[in-house]
């Protein structure tokens, strides 16, 4: 059939080439970024058998396409899972799997030291379905057994608490929640599965901002789940039906990233550590949070459940002289910048008090043990002499 130029024109760079290159004897070293949102097909049967499980194929780059799954699998067998979700944010990821799990009548027990976003959902979006939570306190594991009800159908926390670093009994907390026919999902955002393995330890699902440690270098936002073949299909219902499936090239970016995480991460919790132990020492410091430090309540806890003698990234300290002393540090921190995320390969600082929780009155503020002279430093991979140097520098002017 002789072809007429629009309809040449109209076929560039299609799927036919794919196909051509599956005769080859090469393929690209490193999966390429499929920028396609569907997929094509020749007869009625393939589609049919995919649709039934009969055969294993992409449709539809909604529910699922060829960089997502790579991203997804390589996390699911970081976290010891059979299988695992990317999501288009963490709040997707964390929201998508709650709601498998819940629906109206039911009741979540929920640490309050969570995420702003996810705290915020938890108490006053759910509230709207339905959906009842006792926040309670995770560092005591009998205070959660106390909350648990009858219609308790979710248990949900964080690996390591954000901004004090506080550590929950992931093994001791599961068992409650399993024995009273309770889900356990953690967020793993601060630990990454290099730090912690929550499914390893007894959770049914780990979540994941991917914006952090996973992506790593500040340059996407996704989300991630990691746990049984069960809850995962559930999940990527979901997933499909709100549309929030992670694109190509965010997903291409999420997998690259991931072949660094643990070099990344290794990097990052052992200059933690001597940030730490520098600011435990130093004068211009009042207190510092960091599991890693002997003198921290859940070292020995964090010991335990934590992996290669690693404690992650993340330590807060409290700067002597409140809000003119850590603003004081803050501006004049060199390389080190002001940034309310965290876990790229750059050190940087946040300020809880005016940043995450800045909704907070002081009394709350108070309550939660967030001092307003509070900083929280995600730790880089930078030479630590510098980092050292460059914290010094700054604690010394005031
Ligand atoms: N969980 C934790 C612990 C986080 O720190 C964040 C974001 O800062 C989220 C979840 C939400 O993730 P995202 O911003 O990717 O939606």
């Not at 560039?12 to 949102?37: F, I, N």
């Not at 270098?217 to 559930?234: C, F, M, N, P």
């Amino acid at each position: 059939m002789s072809e007429s130029i629009s309809t040449a024109l109209a076929h560039a760079g299609d799927g036919q080439a794919e196909k051509a290159l599956r005769q080859y004897r090469s393929v690209p070293e490193v999966q390429p970024v499929y920028m396609t949102s569907v997929f094509a097909f020749d007869d009625v049967k393939s589609v049919d058998d995919i649709y039934e499980g009969a055969a294993d194929g992409y449709v539809y780059a909604r529910m699922k396409h060829p960089n997502s799954d790579a991203a997804a699998s390589a996390l699911a067998r970081a976290d010891g899972a059979e299988a695992g979700l990317v999501f288009s944010s963490g709040m997707a990821a964390i929201i998508l799997s709650i709601i498998s799990a819940v629906g109206a009548g039911d009741h979540i027990v929920s640490s309050p030291v969570l995420y702003g976003g996810v705290r915020d959902y938890l108490e006053n979006e759910l509230k709207r379905f339905g959906v009842e939570v006792t926040f309670t306190d995770f560092s005591d594991p009998a205070s959660v057994e106390n909350a648990i009800r009858p219609n308790t159908k979710l248990v949900y926390t964080e690996t390591i608490s954000n901004p004090l670093l506080a550590v929950p009994d992931i093994p001791a907390i599961a068992e409650i929640a399993h024995r009273h026919g309770a889900a356990f999902f953690v967020d793993n955002t601060f630990a990454s599965p290099i730090v912690a393995q929550p499914i390893r330890l007894g959770a049914d699902l780990a979540l994941y901002s991917a914006t952090k440690y996973l992506g790593g270098h500040s340059d996407l936002v996704g989300g991630a789940a990691t746990g049984s073949k069960e809850w995962i299909g559930r999940i990527q219902k979901k997933l499909t039906l709100y549309g929030a499936t992670l694109g190509a090239a965010e997903s291409w970016l999420l997998a690259r990233s991931l072949r660094t995480l643990d070099l990344r991460v290794t990097r990052q919790s052992q200059n933690a550590l001597k940030i730490a132990e520098f600011l435990e020492n130093h004068p211009a410091v009042e207190r510092v949070y960091y599991p890693g430090l002997a003198s921290n309540r859940d070292h020995a806890l964090a010991s335990r459940l934590f992996r290669n003698g690693l404690y992650g990234g993340m330590l807060s300290a409290d700067i002597r002289g409140g809000v003119e002393a850590a603003t004081y540090v803050v501006d004049h921190l060199g390389f080190i910048k002001y940034v309310p995320s965290l876990a790229g390969t750059a050190t940087s600082v946040s300020y809880p008090a005016k940043t995450s929780h800045r909704a907070y009155s002081k009394a709350e503020l108070d309550k939660a043990g967030i001092s307003l002279g509070q900083l929280r430093f995600s730790a880089g991979i930078e030479d630590a002499d510098d980092i050292l140097a460059q914290l010094d520098d700054a604690l010394r002017g005031l």
